[in-house]
């Protein structure tokens, strides 16, 4: 069973979706760097203040804030783990690899969920954010509309900040340049294995659990 994981992937292509899936099913813990980030902006942090210059205008955090997050998430566990929208860039993959390596515990497989364009959209238009507890829901499949409460917790569902049709634009930008590079990067590695992630989460969560296993 492979435990040392990252999930790759365009904006709303489902990896905090099939993390928490992960998580439920394994036992797996899944640091999201994009949660942690909107947990720290909501508590008026420095390291939060200082990210949502970044992330509200859809661009990527710098690496050197990002891999110090990711330090200290890996500095208070015990190793296994579902890393969800991390790394982003090449300098955060290479920077992953040597706090991996240093600690004996290399990774095991990146698993890249691929979407098209046009899924892309439609999951960031219904797309909502628990105030409260940060989970994330979509209209139409775990709630019915825009004024229901969040199904975790009851708290407050609002729209990311960074969920708008200009702001997602920056993010695919975003993406292409610097994430994209990843899968070869990965593929070199032989820890590579992609995923088609148009379908319904639990058909997508049946080849990862199958990957994970293999
Ligand atoms: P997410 O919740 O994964 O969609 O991330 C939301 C935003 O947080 C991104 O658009 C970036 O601005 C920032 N962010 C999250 N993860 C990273 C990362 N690995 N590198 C740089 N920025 C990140």
Redesign the pocket.
């Known amino acids: 069973m492979k435990e040392r994981i990252v999930l790759l992937g365009p904006?709303a292509s489902g990896?905090?979706t099939q993390a928490e899936m992960i998580r439920a099913k394994f036992g797996i813990e899944t640091p999201?760097?994009?949660?942690i980030?909107?947990e720290q902006q909501a508590a008026g942090t420095p390291l939060g203040l200082e990210?949502a210059a970044?992330?509200d205008a859809?661009?990527?955090?710098p690496?050197a804030l990002?891999v110090e997050v990711a330090r200290a998430w890996l500095d208070e566990r015990n190793g296994a783990f579902v890393f969800?929208?991390?790394?982003?860039?090449r300098g955060?993959a290479e920077a992953f690899d040597h706090l991996l390596n240093n600690r004996h515990t290399p990774l095991q497989i990146a698993l890249s969920l691929d979407v098209d364009v046009a899924t892309i959209e439609d999951r960031v238009r219904r797309r909502l954010a628990c105030e409260r507890c940060g989970c994330i829901v979509s209209i139409g499949l775990h709630v019915a509309s825009a004024d229901a409460v969040c199904p975790r917790c009851g708290g407050k569902l609002v729209r990311r900040a960074?969920d708008t049709p200009e702001t997602l634009r920056r993010?695919m930008v975003?993406y292409r340049e610097k994430s994209e590079p990843l899968i070869e990067f990965y593929a070199g590695r032989g820890l590579l294995h992609r995923i088609a992630a148009d379908a319904a989460p639990e058909a997508v969560f049946g080849e990862i659990a199958a990957a994970l296993l293999g």
């Open positions: 904006p990896k905090g999201s760097v994009g949660a980030l909107r990210a970044w992330t859809g661009r990527l955090v690496d990002i969800d929208g991390f790394p982003r860039t955060q960074d993010r975003e």
